[in-house]
């Protein structure tokens, strides 16, 4: 039975916009107020899912979700057809309009928190919605990204599907952005990386940003997945990084299989994490590539995001390949860093470079926009809707990108009703072509 990664990647959504809300997460903040284009940013994104297929990688393809979300809306207190909805929501709240537009889902690493089933229990693949109770924008994702993974890993046999963790603020989670899973090769059984900010019930007085994940939330996701003792491993990002803007951990550390990738001031203890790490595997021997603070500081590889990097298994490569994006190869630290790495011998052999930069000025890299999913060809075979991009598929998707997509969204767009009806249609019409079924509200 063969078993790979497959990387599910987040699709850019028609009303991708720079409203700047993510506090805490540097690059939001600073391209507030940008005109965004998220024609180019669905492109660079399909464009970035094709260099993986290239390669010789499973890729598969996560919807947009519907926004403006205007079930939020209705739950709110707004009434009329759609366009009156938004209408006099603009009219009233812009802000709160601009919160239910974002197309923040593209970042797939904050869809779910995935265990493959050589780790859990009862041999199922385990998805657990991530609450994303930290930014009001985000929270409103986690039921339709629960019926587009059940659509795509039908619950039974293979997998299995829980609901997002409870509790709200207190309780907040992620998803994979602070999960790292590690093993030999990918069938044989892993060990869990949880990595979170804050204690639900401490007030951190460390942060000066939100630690947007919860120890207690990380624990629950770990043990509802039924990860085995001592194959589950919780520890605290240091809050140094945090407070610079490392507002999830994958913007200072990425692991693959043996392999974990991560700078200096990621953890705060990284020695004792290592033990931990090489004792939880087992007999896999792990290489630990720590970046130092004197080589890359931490200030570079938050801008540069060096660390939101696939860091990936080719087939038929020994070495293991990073895919970076190309702001790591205009920062002078980070590109002089990755080019000692590859010539080291270590085992990190391949760096690719990728435009996403659409994306990027929201804070999200190359690893942010994908979901990785350990599977077999059993499970392959076995998967519902049609969401494991082909040839004709990825041809399809930018067809359905330059029909819909425009070039030019502003914050002002966001109360346009042409917008929002146009979403609605593409969004009709991609449910159709992945076979998704009726995940949107709007079309229940
Ligand atoms: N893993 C990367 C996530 C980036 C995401 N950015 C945003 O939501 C910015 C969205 C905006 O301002 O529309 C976040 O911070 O959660």
Redesign the pocket.
């Known amino acids: 039975m063969a078993w790979f990664e497959a990387n599910f990647d987040g699709l850019v959504g028609a009303t991708h916009?720079?409203?700047?809300?993510?506090y805490g997460?540097v690059a939001?903040a600073k391209n507030?107020g940008l005109i965004a284009n998220p024609r180019e940013g669905a492109l660079q994104g399909l464009a970035k899912m094709q260099h993986m297929r290239d390669l010789g990688m499973v890729q598969g393809i996560l919807p947009p979700h519907d926004r403006p979300h205007l079930s939020t809306l209705r739950a709110l207190g707004f009434s009329g057809s759609d366009a009156e909805i938004l209408t006099t929501a603009w009219m009233a709240n812009p802000a709160l309009v601009a919160n239910l537009s974002?197309?923040?889902t593209m970042?797939t690493?904050?869809a779910a928190t995935v265990t493959p089933s050589p780790d859990t229990t009862d041999g199922r693949t385990h998805f657990t919605p991530a609450n994303?109770s930290a930014?009001y924008?985000?929270s409103i994702e986690h039921e339709t990204t629960g019926r587009v993974l059940q659509a795509i890993f039908p619950e039974g046999d293979r997998f299995t599907h829980h609901a997002a963790i409870p509790g709200g603020h207190h309780m907040g989670d992620e998803g994979a952005?602070n999960h790292t899973r590690f093993c030999g090769e990918y069938g044989d059984e892993g060990v869990g990386l949880f990595v979170y900010g804050r204690g639900a019930f401490e007030k951190a007085d460390d942060l000066t940003f939100p630690g947007r994940q919860t120890m207690e939330s990380s624990h629950a996701v770990g043990t509802g997945h039924g990860l085995r003792p001592g194959r589950m491993l919780v520890v605290r990002q240091n809050p140094e990084a945090i407070n610079m803007g490392a507002?999830?951990n994958?913007v200072v550390a990425v692991g693959n299989r043996n392999v974990h990738f991560y700078h200096e001031k990621a953890f705060e203890n990284p020695a004792a994490l290592n033990a931990a790490l090489q004792k939880a595997v087992g007999d896999v021997e792990m290489h630990f590539v720590e970046v130092p603070d004197a080589a890359v500081p931490l200030k570079d590889a938050i801008s540069s995001y060096l660390f939101n990097s696939q860091l990936i298994s080719v087939p038929g490569r020994d070495g293991m390949t990073l895919i970076l994006p190309v702001e790591v190869a205009e920062t002078v630290s980070t590109k002089r860093y990755v080019d000692e790495l590859l010539a080291s011998g270590g085992p990190i052999t391949h760096a690719d470079y990728m435009d996403v930069r659409q994306s990027m000025r929201?804070?999200?890299g190359p690893a942010?926009l994908r979901l990785r999913v350990a599977m077999s060809d059993e499970d392959k075979a076995a998967l519902g809707a049609n969401c494991i991009l082909t040839d004709t598929l990825v041809a399809t998707l930018e067809d359905w990108v330059k029909k819909h997509y425009r070039d030019r969204v502003a914050r002002e767009d966001l109360g346009d009703v042409a917008l929002m009806e146009e979403n609605f249609r593409a969004l009709d019409e991609l449910t159709q072509i992945l076979q998704l079924g009726s995940v949107y509200d709007f079309q229940r």
């Not at 916009?17 to 993510?22: D, F, I, P, T």
């Open positions: 916009n720079y409203a700047g809300l993510s997460n939001s507030k974002s197309s923040a970042w690493a904050n994303l930014m924008h985000r952005a507002f999830h994958d929201n804070g999200g942010c």
